[in-house]
C-alpha cells in the first residue's frame, strides 16, 4: 500500500488522490467523488505517507497504525470515528497503548480513524506486499 500520492488537504474534509502538477501545486482528486482540482504551494497539504503518530518512544508511520486496525479488525472497518471521546480514546489505546497522551489529541484519532474507514471501505488497504517481502528478509 502506498500512501505517498494520497493526501489530506487543510480545510476540505476527505482524502486526495495526487494525480498531476502544475507549474505551482497539485492536481488532486477526491477519493470520495471523484471532483478534481488544484491545489496550490500555499495550501497545506499532507501526503499520508509523511504523517507520524507521536509515541512514548518514537514516531510511528500513519501506514503502521493501518496496518494495527487492519489486523485487529480482521480486514474491516474500525469503529465510527463520530463516537463520544472516551470511546475513541479508549479504541486508540488498544491499537497503540504507548501513544503520546498529551501529544496525540482526540481529533487527530478521529481523522485516522474516518480516513482508515474510506480506504477501507474504498478498498485501498492492502499489506500482503509487506508479509511477501517479509518471507523473502527471512529466507
Known amino acids: 500500500m502506498d500512501l505517498s500520492k494520497i493526501m489530506s488537504v487543510s480545510g476540505k474534509s476527505g482524502l486526495f488522490l495526487s494525480i498531476g502538477q502544475t ?14 482540482f488544484p491545489v496550490y504551494v500555499s495550501d497545506k497539504v499532507s501526503s499520508l505517507a509523511d504523517i507520524s503518530v507521536f509515541t ?16 485487529k479488525e480482521n480486514q474491516q472497518a474500525c469503529i465510527d470515528h463520530k463516537l463520544e471521546d472516551k470511546k475513541i480514546k479508549a479504541y ?12 496525540v ?17 474504498l478498498k485501498m488497504l492492502s499489506f500482503e506486499e509487506e508479509k511477501n517481502e517479509e518471507v523473502k528478509e527471512e529466507k
Request: no cysteine; net charge neutral; hydrophobic share 35%.
Open 23 to 36: 507549474k505551482n501545486g497539485l492536481i488532486v482528486e477526491s477519493l470520495v467523488d471523484k471532483k478534481r
Open 56 to 71: 512514548n518512544d518514537k514516531d510511528l508511520p500513519l501506514k503502521e497504525i493501518f496496518k494495527k486496525i487492519f489486523e
Open 92 to 103: 486508540f489505546e488498544e491499537i497503540l497503548p504507548d501513544y503520546d497522551k498529551e501529544r
Open 105 to 121: 489529541y482526540v481529533s487527530d484519532m478521529r481523522k485516522m480513524l474516518s480516513w482508515y474507514n474510506l480506504l477501507q471501505s
